[in-house]
Nanobody, 115 residues
Framework: QVQLVESGGGLVQAGGSLRLSCAAS????????MGWYRQAPGKQRDLVAT???????NYADSVKGRFTISRDNAKNTVYLQMNSLKPEDTAVYYC?????????WGQGTQVTVSS
């Protein structure tokens, strides 16, 4: 059973930083792309950033220059360094991992940015 466990969310003031982590376990197969998505109250879940197993990255325009995604393939872990946080970054952040033809999701971690 594949499990993704996120950590690192919390409450921070505008302009502050947080680092999210997501560790994947339970897979017999290699993990392809990993990524972070977020969902604010009353809104759809949106892509924040993705990273392939080879390290190629993709970011939403709203976070470019402020957020950095990285991964440790040996640990099956993906990170999201979030700097210069804004109140509009407030959301539940979900980790995702692609294994074979399926996408697995974490349980989500709350990030709240106060103004």
């Amino acid at each position: 059973q594949v499990q993704l466990v996120e950590s690192g969310g919390g409450l921070v003031q505008a302009g502050g930083s947080l680092r999210l982590s997501c560790a994947a376990s339970g897979s017999r197969f290699s993990i392809n792309a990993m990524g972070w998505y977020r969902q604010a109250p009353g809104k759809q879940r949106d892509l924040v950033a993705t990273i392939t197993s080879g390290g190629s990255t993709n970011y939403a325009d709203s976070v470019k220059g402020r957020f950095t995604i990285s991964r440790d393939n040996a640990k099956n872990t993906v990170y999201l360094q979030m700097n210069s946080l804004k109140p509009e970054d407030t959301a539940v952040y979900y980790c995702a991992a692609g294994i074979l033809s399926r996408t697995y999701w974490g349980q989500g971690t709350q990030v709240t940015v106060s103004s």
